[in-house]
């Protein structure tokens, strides 16, 4: 399956994803996040999801799974870019994500997570 | 006024065919007169729905079709596979099988996003699921 | 012999020969109904006028008969009409049942002859329009229940505005009993102003909320939390003191919102969340005033 494309911005990793994830996919994203965060050693993830237009209780999980592992590796994560048709369905599922801070934007998480990062190191 | 909508049938053996009944499915929803958000509720059940089929029974089909019951209209999906089938419905059916760490069966979850479901399932024979959702 | 299967001799003649006078006796018929006040007689006339036509060319006792196609959709428009026009379904229908009256009398007159068969006919006859009644009755629901979707959907919208109250803040106000449909309604209109506006903090305000049982805790932790995932911080003001108690004798648990009694604290809050503050820079309006 095609690489997601992983993009390093000075303490922060930025992972885009395109318009539709298989539950292969999302294992995949798993170990290419984790991998990245080993390699550069990046203090914060921001994982945008604006291209989704559907994501069931699996993908509401891997989710949460790699903000725990991110986590654990001792790297904040952000999600943004959730649609609205798409938070409503997830909070109807009973996913509301409570493992993972969200933002509106790429924009919007690089600064609150900027803050975070500040007031942890 | 849109040309009747035919049924769409769609086998279920990997996951690609996951992605393309919920896609499927949203269209048709979308085609049918569903909002935006229902058209997102009704994709994630369908999405739900045909994993376990795909996890649970390896095969299956998944049928998407318009419903109608006196003026309302809606959509109405049936998936049905030959797997193992559930030997306990009330109890899948309960919250705490989805929600935390296990992988869950989305049920319950499911039933929430949708108007109507119905779970027909003999144990050793298999399992059908239907579900609907109307026009408001 | 199934009476819908008899030839239908009789009311397409009796019609062709007699129309102008069922006409006039329909419409004077009309005349002690509220159809007299409500429509012209002109119009009255044109009505039946068309629905004799086309039960003359039905040519059958059949409602359902493919023939009557033209007939079912005629009466459909004219219940749909008369519904908007303030008409009761029983008196559209009973327009309707009317021509039973004015043009039995024409059917005994041209068969006369043959009793047996004017019963017959007439039984058939009645049935028919029977049916034909009913259906106006049919559609006038559908048209009703249609036209109060549409204003309950109108209403739903109006009900709960989202305000921008600053910059990156936003205020619900809710008024009224909140339900799933509602809740549904309100989540769809908050999640697309906190992405128009890029909103970060939603101040939802209870205040008339007139009743804070469990259901209604969960449907308001249930916007917090799609707002959440938009990256919004949700603050619920209204918080009286009888609701206090009632959340937490019910064992409701808010822990996870921000709670403040009253809008103006919850804006305090919020400034303070977004980095803004509130400052005096004159004493009174006034005295800025006499400086322009």
């Keep these: 399956m095609a690489q997601i494309p992983i993009i390093h911005l000075s303490d922060v990793l930025i992972v885009t994803t395109q318009d539709a994830i298989s539950d292969t996919d999302a294992l995949d994203l798993q170990d290419q996040i984790t991998t990245a965060i080993e ?5 914060g993830l921001i994982i945008d999801i604006s291209a989704l237009d559907i994501v069931d209780s ?12 991110a986590r654990l590796m001792g790297t904040k994560t952000a999600l943004v870019g959730i649609q609205p048709a798409v938070a409503i369905t997830l909070i109807e599922l009973g996913l509301e994500l409570r493992g993972i801070s969200t933002a509106l934007n790429v924009e919007q998480a690089l600064r609150t997570l900027g803050a975070r990062i500040a007031r942890q190191t | 006024m849109a040309p009747e909508l035919l049924p769409i049938r769609v086998t279920i053996q990997r996951e690609e065919d996951i992605i393309r009944a919920r896609q499927q499915g949203r269209d048709m929803a979308r085609s049918l ?10 994709a994630t059940a369908i999405s739900e729905l045909t994993r376990n089929i795909l996890r649970y029974a390896g095969t299956g089909t998944a049928i998407l079709r318009p419903a109608t019951q006196g003026a309302r209209r809606g959509i109405e999906i ?10 306990d419905i009330p109890f899948v059916m309960q919250e705490g099988v989805t929600t935390g760490k296990g992988l869950g069966i989305g049920l319950p979850g499911t039933q929430r996003l949708m108007d109507e479901m119905k779970i027909e399932s003999q144990v ?11 026009l408001r | 012999m199934p009476v819908n299967s008899l030839p239908d001799s009789s009311l397409s003649d009796v019609i062709a020969q007699h129309q102008q006078a069922i006409v006039d006796a329909n419409v004077t018929a009309q005349q002690t109904t509220r159809a007299a006040q409500l429509m012209t007689a002109d119009d009255l006339r044109q009505q039946s006028k068309t629905l004799l036509d086309q039960l003359q060319r039905g040519n ?8 009557f196609a033209p007939l079912r959709q005629a009466l459909a428009k004219l219940s749909r009409t008369r519904a908007l026009q303030g008409f009761t379904p029983s008196e559209t229908a009973r327009f309707i049942f009317s021509l039973k009256d004015t043009i039995v009398p024409f059917m005994e007159q041209q068969l006369a002859a043959n009793p047996l068969d004017l019963a017959r006919q007439i039984q058939a006859f009645n049935r028919l329009l029977d049916a034909f009644g009913l259906t106006t009755f049919e559609t006038y629901v559908e048209e009703r229940e249609s036209l109060i979707r549409e204003q309950s959907s109108a209403l739903l919208e109006l009900s709960t505005p989202v305000v921008q109250v600053w910059d990156g803040i936003l205020a619900l106000p809710i008024v009224g009993s909140i339900d799933t449909a509602r809740t549904q309604q309100i989540m769809e209109s908050l999640l697309t102003r906190i992405i128009e506006t890029g909103s970060s903090i939603v101040i939802m305000d209870i205040t008339g909320v007139p009743v804070v049982d469990t259901a209604v805790a969960k449907h308001l932790l249930q916007t917090g939390a799609a707002a959440r995932l938009l990256g919004a911080e949700v603050v619920i003001v209204g918080i009286s003191a009888r609701i206090a108690q009632t959340i937490i004798h019910l064992g409701v648990d808010l822990s996870a919102v921000v709670t403040r009694t009253t809008l103006a604290k919850g804006l305090e809050y919020a400034f303070a969340r977004t980095g803004q503050r509130v400052v005096r820079v004159a004493a009174s309006l006034n005295e800025s005033a006499q400086g322009e």
């Design chain 1, 39 to 43: 390699r550069t050693g990046a203090k």
């Design chain 2, 33 to 42: 007169g569903f909002g935006a958000v229902d058209q997102s509720r009704i």
């Design chain 2, 124 to 134: 050793g024979q298999g399992t059908t699921v239907t579900i609907r959702k109307w």
């Design chain 2, 78 to 87: 049936i998936c049905e596979d030959e797997g193992p089938g559930i030997s």
């Design chain 3, 60 to 67: 059958s006792y059949d409602p359902d008969a493919p023939e």
């Design chain 1, 58 to 69: 699996f993908l509401g999980r891997m989710l949460n799974d790699i903000a725990a592992m």
